[in-house]
């Protein structure tokens, strides 16, 4: 099969397209033959990291159709439609991952959607609701709100009844963003957050902070109310995170960490991807696909998800 690999980490160059042994389905396993990839901020992390072997197929999402099933496998068929979660592997035509990290695409929902929805959308759920315990009227303040947990973020704040702050670079994305529920949105590159969250609250700052950002966790921090809460979640800014965690003790400040890798087998967020697949397929949610390469193309791909700051997600078709 053809898959995107590489042997040293670093830039996107680092990628090369090759043939590569194709995948065994194991016994808890289904084959799936890959129909859209979604680069998660995951994999260009990953890819900046030694791989485990060489050549090495990154990827943590994509969605396909079922080729064969595993001889544990109950409750998938050949034929299905079904969206993915690996640690690793989905750069690629063909894709072996444990049948308990699938989901079944219903209908309404296309690949790139449902390639894209498991983690953006899972993850946003999580943070906001089971973590962050999000009650309606609250404010919510979303970073990197035009990125695929951000939107997702956005759209699950609004049904919850908040007041949702988004914070995005670029005034362009403003109404996109008012139109998927913000009630207020703040062009980081022009003005300064925390300052505008305290005024959007009445000095108050917000409720709840979503960062999956990383190096913006300070001024998270300097956003929020006193017994607020503050949810971080990947590190897609990059660097180490440095936080001064004496003010969060005076003001009796709440922080979670949340990875989500080892979550999505856990029922209740396994049931939560099925419900909000569920809510695409009605049109109650929107996953946002900014472009489409293909996977021929993947170290453009990945240069354009690192440097261009898509709205939603960059996909990837074999």
């Given at each position: 099969?053809?898959?995107?690999?590489?042997?040293?980490?670093?830039?996107p160059t680092v990628l090369r397209y090759a043939d590569v042994p194709d995948p065994?389905?194991?016994?808890?396993?289904?084959?799936?033959?890959?129909?859209?990839?979604?680069?998660?901020?995951?994999?260009?992390?990953?890819?900046?990291?030694?791989?485990?072997?060489?050549?090495?197929?990154?990827?943590?999402?994509?969605?396909?159709?079922?080729?064969?099933?595993?001889?544990?496998?109950?409750?998938?068929?050949?034929?299905?439609?079904?969206?993915?979660?690996?640690?690793?592997?989905?750069?690629?035509?063909?894709?072996?991952?444990?049948?308990?990290?699938?989901?079944?695409?219903?209908?309404?929902?296309?690949?790139?959607?449902?390639?894209?929805?498991?983690?953006?959308?899972?993850?946003?759920?999580?943070?906001?609701?089971?973590?962050?315990?999000?009650?309606?009227?609250?404010?919510?303040?979303?970073?990197?709100?035009?990125?695929?947990?951000?939107?997702?973020?956005?759209?699950?704040?609004?049904?919850?009844?908040?007041?949702?702050?988004?914070?995005?670079?670029?005034?362009?994305?403003?109404?996109?963003?008012?139109?998927?529920?913000?009630s207020h949105v703040i062009d980081r590159l022009e003005k300064d957050v925390v300052?505008?969250?305290?005024?959007?609250?009445?000095?108050?700052?917000?409720?709840?902070?979503?960062?999956?950002?990383?190096?913006?966790?300070?001024?998270?921090?300097?956003?929020?109310?006193?017994?607020?809460?503050?949810?971080?979640?990947?590190?897609?800014?990059?660097?180490?995170?440095?936080?001064?965690?004496?003010?969060?003790?005076?003001?009796?400040?709440?922080?979670?960490?949340?990875?989500?890798?080892?979550?999505?087998?856990?029922?209740?967020?396994?049931?939560?991807?099925?419900?909000?697949?569920?809510?695409?397929?009605?049109?109650?949610?929107?996953?946002?696909?900014?472009?489409?390469?293909?996977?021929?193309?993947?170290?453009?791909?990945?240069?354009?998800?690192?440097?261009?700051?898509p709205l939603g997600r960059v996909v990837m078709t074999p």
């Amino acid at each position: 099969m053809k898959a995107a690999v590489y042997d040293n980490p670093g830039p996107p160059t680092v990628l090369r397209y090759a043939d590569v042994p194709d995948p065994v389905c194991g016994p808890d396993d289904v084959l799936i033959a890959v129909e859209a990839i979604s680069i998660e901020g995951g994999d260009l992390i990953n890819r900046r990291s030694t791989p485990q072997q060489s050549p090495w197929i990154v990827g943590y999402a994509a969605a396909g159709t079922v080729l064969s099933v595993g001889k544990n496998v109950r409750g998938r068929a050949v034929g299905e439609r079904v969206a993915a979660f690996d640690m690793q592997g989905s750069h690629a035509e063909l894709w072996s991952v444990p049948a308990s990290r699938t989901w079944l695409v219903p209908e309404g929902v296309g690949m790139a959607q449902a390639a894209a929805l498991p983690i953006s959308f899972g993850t946003a759920h999580h943070c906001l609701i089971t973590r962050g315990g999000l009650q309606k009227a609250e404010t919510v303040l979303i970073q990197a709100a035009a990125g695929g947990v951000g939107l997702a973020a956005v759209q699950l704040a609004r049904d919850a009844g908040a007041t949702v702050i988004a914070a995005a670079g670029g005034s362009e994305r403003q109404a996109r963003l008012r139109g998927l529920g913000a009630s207020h949105v703040i062009d980081r590159l022009e003005k300064d957050v925390v300052e505008q969250v305290l005024r959007l609250t009445g000095g108050m700052g917000a409720d709840l902070v979503i960062d999956p950002v990383g190096s913006t966790l300070q001024a998270s921090l300097s956003a929020l109310a006193p017994e607020g809460r503050l949810v971080f979640v990947g590190n897609a800014g990059g660097g180490s995170l440095h936080a001064d965690l004496w003010p969060p003790m005076q003001n009796n400040q709440t922080l979670h960490g949340v990875f989500m890798g080892p979550l999505f087998e856990r029922p209740a967020v396994y049931g939560t991807v099925i419900q909000l697949l569920k809510a695409v397929a009605e049109g109650r949610m929107e996953v946002v696909i900014d472009r489409v390469f293909p996977l021929s193309d993947a170290s453009m791909a990945h240069e354009y998800a690192e440097r261009a700051k898509p709205l939603g997600r960059v996909v990837m078709t074999p």
